[in-house]
């Protein structure tokens, strides 16, 4: 099979053209005619991964190892860096990131990792109905992402109406429709802006909350017919 007709595949199952003008998801790396046997899946791609991968490998990641437009390519310097070895042993890259984020991600993530059902789909955000005191479910939802602490803006006592957006979601704080806002990457200015509009905040982690996806679409690979690797990928944060 190629990568052509693995694209396909993956445009029908998560169109490429949902995502978001600022992203850079679909083939990155590769020639559309080259033939795949071996894919492997993982969050990103770092060096460690490169290294274990055989030649000829089709890798499928969630966030693109391409954002903007490369201008020149310094290959000690971050992505050229990888890149090179990419193109030495062959590796082909299709990215899916704001496309899956919409049609997958966050849809697991409520269900199965959380265990809520889905009242209300907008975009990137997904909404749940929780009715619970806000100190246990804060501490549900770290254990449920395996964080060591609930880092939180705690603006009232009691949680009804949760909204959740996987990865880095505060650019949406000011749309949301909820009294919790669950999402990853949250800054100082962020919670200064949820406390003053009594919107409550818990990080849920950009690693934790994403590393999901390459157990998503292993399954439907399945499907496919083709046999993929999951990754282990790492958190770059270390937590001491």
């Not at 971050?78 to 990215?95: D, F, T």
């Not at 395996?146 to 006592?157: F, I």
Request: proline share 2%; net charge negative; aromatic share 10%.
């Amino acid at each position: 099979m190629n990568i052509s007709q693995i694209y396909k595949f993956l445009d029908e199952l998560s169109p490429f053209e949902l995502q978001e003008t600022w992203d850079n998801s679909g083939l990155l790396l590769g020639d559309f005619n080259q033939e795949v046997s071996r894919i492997v899946l993982s969050i990103d791609v770092d060096e460690s991964l490169i290294d274990s991968m055989q030649e000829d490998t089709l890798l499928i990641t969630h966030h693109p190892i391409i954002f903007g437009g490369l201008k020149q390519l310094e290959f000690n310097k971050y992505p050229a860096n990888l890149i090179k070895k990419m193109i030495q042993k062959n590796i082909s890259n299709i990215a899916m990131h704001t496309n899956f984020d919409q049609t997958h991600l966050n849809e697991f993530v409520a269900t199965e990792v959380l265990g809520y059902k889905i009242a209300q789909k907008d975009g990137f955000v997904a909404y749940l109905d929780v009715d619970e005191e806000f100190d246990t479910f804060a501490k549900k939802v770290s254990l449920a992402f395996g964080l060591p602490h609930a880092k939180c803006v705690k603006s009232s006592n009691r949680v009804k109406r949760v909204a959740l957006t996987t990865g880095s979601g505060c650019s949406l704080l000011k749309s949301i429709d909820a009294d919790c806002f669950l999402t990853g990457d949250v800054k100082y200015h962020d919670a200064m802006e949820a406390k003053s509009i009594k919107v409550s905040l818990i990080d849920i982690g950009h690693f934790e909350s994403e590393h999901f996806f390459a157990q998503i679409l292993h399954a439907h690979l399945k499907n496919l017919g083709l046999e993929a690797i999951i990754s282990s990928s790492k958190n770059p944060f270390t937590y001491i």
